[in-house]
Every structure is written in C-alpha cells, then in structure tokens.
Nanobody, 121 residues
Framework: QVQLVESGGGLVQAGGSLRLSCAASGRFFSISNMGWFRQAPGKQRELVASITRGGSTNYADSEQGRFTISRDNAKNTVHLQMNSLKPEDTAVYYC???????????????WGQGTQVTVSS
C-alpha cells in the first residue's frame, strides 16, 4: 500500500552539496515522523535527521550546521539538504516514515530502498 522512493544521491567532491528527496505514495491516512538514516560498510545504520509533521527537527551531532531536513506535507515528501560534505558522510542513505494507515490508523514504519552518497577526498 505504501512505497517510499529516494532520489538525489550520487558522487560529489569533499565540500560539495547534495539534496536528497523522498516521496511517499500509496493509500494511507497520514504521515507522522519522517527521517533520514545512513549506513556505511561495516557500520550500523544511524540516524542522520528527523522531522515531525509539525516541523520540529532533530540532527545527529556530527551533522549539525551542515545538513537541513525539511518536508512538504501536501506532497508527502521529505528532503535532506547536505552541504560541506565530508568523505565520512559516504554511505547509503535511507528514507524512513511512520505511516498512519487508513481506516485502522495503525502506525507502521516504512523504509525506502536507499540511495548511495559517495564523497571523494
């Protein structure tokens, strides 16, 4: 019923910028929290940033001041603007959303397929 599709990943040099986007489609009542996670080879998946439906944001300490998360509730999308990228930002980035189902209003977490971000030195 629900699908999350990420876009915007790619290869960029250190100091450059990328803008990731994630669009939710399907049949659902609403979307609660949304966020971005990343996973590098040999490491566990970690939170990058999250945002509530009302716009309250949370960032990992290492990304403060460089990344900005935003969302458009009318379009069911969430974005991650990444500036001053560093090689250590290299990872697969995953979109996450807490989806409130139609009719039952059950809340389930959904994940996108991931988009690769590679930052060269």
């Amino acid at each position: 019923q629900v699908q999350l599709v990420e876009s915007g990943g790619g290869l960029v040099q250190a100091g450059g910028s990328l803008r990731l986007s994630c669009a939710a489609s399907g049949r659902f009542f609403s979307i609660s929290n949304m966020g971005w996670f990343r996973q590098a080879p040999g490491k566990q998946r970690e939170l990058v940033a999250s945002i509530t439906r009302g716009g309250s944001t949370n960032y990992a300490d290492s990304e403060q001041g460089r990344f900005t998360i935003s969302r458009d509730n009318a379009k069911n999308t969430v974005h991650l603007q990444m500036n001053s990228l560093k090689p250590e930002d290299t990872a697969v980035y995953y979109c996450n959303a807490d989806i409130i189902a139609a009719y039952t209003h059950r809340v389930d977490a959904y994940w996108g397929q991931g988009t690769q971000v590679t930052v060269s030195s």
